[in-house]
């Protein structure tokens, strides 16, 4: 699976939209993007993923650039609640029975949503 | 759907003991995986089952870890003669096959090895 790469941290203010930017300047033609995030405490949540379109779903937006080296999630309007730990996640989409349907988590972005 | 449970929550062991650890994936799923966190850092994958089927290992699964599950439904993972470096959380999740991308985390066993 390829590498990602995050800041392991950031700000931003409640109600406001939060950017988190993620590089997977490897990633392979077959692969996706993951989003998953873990609140304090928590198991990791899974958030959204794409393949090259843009995608959107009731909790974030996922734009990936046109070469596939990067991508952002973003938040339109953070709450405290969304305080967490967010890991990028590169994999293939149909993982093969004896292999690649582990989920590879990085360091991640800790982001925090300030009042 | 109560979604991914785990047993216990916490455990608190001395060093040489052996722990086992439940897991109870949601129902539907035919999936079901081990991680282990540790502080500060992301779930590192240690195993996944498909059914009954243990499919891949971890090359952090020594051969102090074992998993199972027999019936295709709960797992357990138990740790045999532990060691303080075995101090971690230990997260189970479970998805279906075809959005294996899509696992749903229980809450974790935080083991402590004194």
């Known amino acids: 699976d390829a590498k990602t790469t995050q800041p392991p941290s950031m700000d931003c203010a409640e109600g406001r939209a939060a950017n988190l930017p993620c590089n997977h300047s490897?990633?392979?033609?077959?692969?996706?993007v993951y989003w998953y995030r873990q609140i304090h405490s928590q198991g990791p949540q899974y958030i959204i993923h794409?393949?090259?379109n843009n995608e959107t779903n009731e909790m974030a937006s996922l734009i990936i650039t046109e070469d596939r080296k990067s991508s952002t999630l973003i938040l339109p309007h953070a709450t405290l609640r969304d305080t967490a730990v967010y890991y990028c996640?590169?994999?293939?989409?149909?993982?093969?029975?004896?292999?690649?349907?582990?989920?590879?988590f990085g360091e991640g972005t800790q982001l925090t949503v300030n009042p | 759907d109560t979604g991914v449970s785990q047993d216990p929550r916490h455990k608190i062991t001395k060093r040489g003991q052996n722990v086992t650890f439940r897991c109870d994936p949601i129902s539907e799923h035919n999936r079901l995986y081990w991680y282990r966190q540790t502080l500060g850092q992301g779930p590192e994958f240690l195993t996944y089952f498909q059914n009954e089927a243990q499919l891949e290992k971890s090359r952090l699964l020594s051969d102090r870890f074992s998993a199972e599950r027999p019936k295709g439904s709960f797992s357990t993972l138990e740790i045999q003669r532990t060691e303080q470096g075995d101090s971690a959380m230990y997260l189970c999740a479970s998805s279906l096959e075809d959005t294996d991308y899509e696992q749903y985390f229980g809450p974790g066993t935080r083991l402590t090895v004194t």
């Open positions: 490897t990633i392979s033609g077959n692969e996706y």
């Open positions: 996640i590169v994999r293939v989409g149909l993982a093969l029975e004896t292999s690649g349907s582990r989920l590879t």
């Open positions: 794409g393949l090259k």
